[in-house]
């Protein structure tokens, strides 16, 4: 493999690119994400409070699709399909969020958004969860892409109770809150909802009413679990056939001997003949 290809970080399976066409790849995807994950987080209306928590995930992200815009992608050509599906609805989420319409109009722009939030959010989880046990050594990308990937899962759930809330308000109780009036308080009491019941914390402040919310939290809860019991296991499953080198079983065969042995024993034999 090439000194290029050891730099951008490219294994031995997957085909080489020039550098300079996989950072331009790498900070697109990464420019993509940041949007996507402050879309998510705050359903089109950044909250002043929550500039700390989009450079908690900016960093987290950047870490951890490194390799995911460059080896991945590349081996993977499909992917980028998803990319700019998710790409484009992304930007009709940012469209809808941002254009000037009456307040009569504010709930369902705010329901675009959440779809749209959902979609992306949705999208990205499982990209990075298939490279993440993809992954065939643990390194330390790995290992934030494995808390990316739980946080995604918590914001996931975030959209799809707040995609319930707008269609059922007594879904929860107490409720979220109104839509027309604070979507922010909306997003921000869905995502401590839902942190609270991925991490099964349960502090009870906030209940799940109808049935449908009652399925929702409990497959959160059970995806926040088996999700890490099964990273758990992959990581150190791993770990372990990487840092246990197989021994090499001793050759039964003995080392055939040089020509110059060979010749050296005939003539000892015809000396002993001719004695």
């Known amino acids: 493999m090439s000194e290029g290809a050891q730099q951008v970080g490219l294994d031995t399976q997957g085909p080489w690119l020039p550098p300079s066409r996989i950072s ?72 809808v969020a941002f254009l000037p319409t009456p307040d009569s109009w504010r709930a369902m722009e705010q329901l675009v958004t959440t779809l749209a939030a959902l979609v992306v959010t949705a999208g990205w989880t499982v990209m990075v969860m298939i490279y993440l046990f993809q992954a065939r050594q643990v390194r330390l990308d790995t290992i934030f892409s494995g808390v990316a990937a739980f946080f995604l899962l918590a914001i996931t759930w975030t959209e799809a109770y707040k995609v319930l809330s707008f269609f059922n308000p007594n879904s929860f109780y107490p409720s979220f809150g109104d839509w027309s009036a604070s979507s922010e308080v909306v997003h921000l009491r869905a995502l401590y909802y839902s942190l609270s019941t991925i991490t099964t914390v349960g502090f009870g402040d906030i209940l799940p009413r109808g049935a449908t919310a009652q399925i ?60």
């Not at 079983?249 to 080392?255: V, Y």
């Open 216 to 275: 929702l939290s409990g497959l959160e809860a059970s995806a926040g679990q088996l999700f890490l019991a099964v990273l758990i296991a992959r990581l150190v499953s791993r770990h372990l056939s990487n840092s246990i080198t197989p021994m090499t079983p001793p050759n039964p065969i003995p080392p055939k001997r040089p020509n110059g042995a060979r010749i050296s024993r005939r003539l000892r034999r015809r000396r002993r003949v001719f004695r």
């Open 24 to 95: 331009l790849s790498r900070r697109l995807s990464l420019y993509f994400l940041y949007a996507a994950l402050a879309l998510s987080l705050f359903g089109g209306h950044v909250h002043p409070s929550g500039f700390l928590i989009i450079v908690g995930f900016v960093v987290v992200f950047h870490v951890a699709t490194r390799p995911l815009t460059s080896d991945f992608l590349v081996r993977y050509p499909f992917y980028l399909v998803v990319l700019r599906v998710l790409l484009v609805v992304m930007c009709a989420g940012l469209v």
